[in-house]
């Protein structure tokens, strides 16, 4: 048998820990080609280059492993890993490790599960990887040895072709993991601010920032699993489409 | 009774005959406030700008409308017209008219329809509108005359304060217009291909490129309802969750 084929990306860029990390994990299920950012594309969400060209470099940065950093999104990255460098199609995708959580509406605009969803888009089995930890030297010591218990678990399984699975691994040491949940997207939002500061011209600029409020949260949801030492998994999919107001509507009679 | 307050924004940019056309329909519904991005911002998906800082700038563009642009995305641009820029939380957000369709999974990768997504998630009543024509010099007269119809019906419903509208115009003169079906999004993906070029250092660049595949399109969705001269409208929603696969995921028992 073939080993697996896995096309490996993020949205920390190419020089990130966590994507180090995902690779020296997933080395052990299968043959392992990167295209990954070659900048930070954190927040980028499904964004896709078309106003610029793209450029695509091969990379060294891996000992052994083909690997390439891309002017592009992490979804640009998929792409190019699927239709310019591999030489067949991917058994699997993995985006990751991302440095900060990707629960709740943080999947919308998050590069990182934005990849994984282009890869289910494609019908390949995808999964976006987060740790709960934004540190550029976050330890992912434990990340590792629980997505590699998850795999081993969950690579033998037949995963829906239309889905992803959105892992969030909360930042505390493995002995106080209490297991994997399986959840839906928490409804939490971001209370946002702008910071408005001036330039040395005396012209303003505005920094986004602002908390995340959550106020709204089940137990059902990433969210309280995460807060509460699971590591949350969501199947997440890429039909927008709400169902249930289709009826309300069509009673308009527009 | 106070006007409706309606922030206007696209992805297209504060130039694009689409927006100035929104904006001439939207008029009569009420106080417009514009921020839309400096820049084409196509294909940007729920990006965020947070590694660089915003700009955002007065605009006179439109003459006796309160209007900015901003070197954001379109969801950049309905945060900072959120939070920067109006007093109140506006009644209505309104994005496009795209120069383009968003049928389909394209509702994924349109900057338009994030920003309406955005609005959704802020709990505003907000609508993407979308011509299928990408000719920067495109006909919007038909568009104007719909969404006015459209717009008259519409505004007087309770719009659930959690979905957003995906509103999508063929590119077909008025009297050949059936009306509007209320759908649910098409399973259509591109077909994807990078054009491989050289520069003037005969170094590699890439664009993306390819075709719209709809293979598997059934009469309830968006795409089959603009083929056959309907305006497509789609309720959008932002839980990304695939509910149906939860109970299957749970049984591995992880």
Excluded at 7 to 14: E, F, M, V, Y
Excluded at 65 to 82: F, H, M, Q, R, W
Excluded at 197 to 226: C, H, N
Aim: hydrophobic share 40%; net charge neutral; glycine share 6%.
């Amino acid at each position: 048998m073939k080993k697996p084929l896995i096309l490996i990306t993020n949205d920390d860029g190419i020089n990130a820990k966590g994507l180090y990390s995902l690779v020296e994990v997933s080395k052990e299920f299968g043959e392992i080609v990167v295209v990954a950012p070659n900048k930070p594309q954190s927040g980028m969400g499904h964004a896709i280059t078309i106003n610029n060209p793209l450029r695509l470099y091969k990379s060294t940065i891996f000992d052994g492993i083909e690997a390439y950093s891309s002017s592009g999104t992490p979804v640009d990255c998929v792409k190019l890993g699927l239709f310019e460098v591999l030489k067949r199609k991917p058994d699997f995708i993995f985006s990751g490790i991302n440095h900060g959580e990707n629960t709740s509406t943080n999947v919308l605009y998050s590069g990182t599960m934005a990849a994984a969803i282009e890869g289910s888009m494609e019908g390949i089995t995808s999964i976006g990887f987060s740790l709960a930890d934004f540190n550029p030297e976050a330890d992912f010591n434990p990340s590792k040895a629980i997505i590699k218990d998850l795999l081993t678990k969950l690579l033998v399984k037949k995963i829906p072709s239309n889905i992803c699975l959105n892992v969030n691994i909360p930042k505390i040491s493995l002995n106080k993991i209490k297991g994997f949940k399986v959840c839906n997207q928490a409804r939490a939002f971001w209370d946002d601010r702008f910071e408005k500061r001036m330039d040395q011209f005396g012209k303003p600029y505005y920094w986004l920032t602002g908390d995340f409020s959550s106020s709204d949260v089940e137990p059902t949801m990433d969210l309280f699993a995460i807060k509460n030492n699971y590591v949350s998994i969501v199947p997440t999919q890429y039909d927008m489409t709400s169902y249930q107001s289709i009826e309300l509507i069509k009673k308009w009679d527009l």
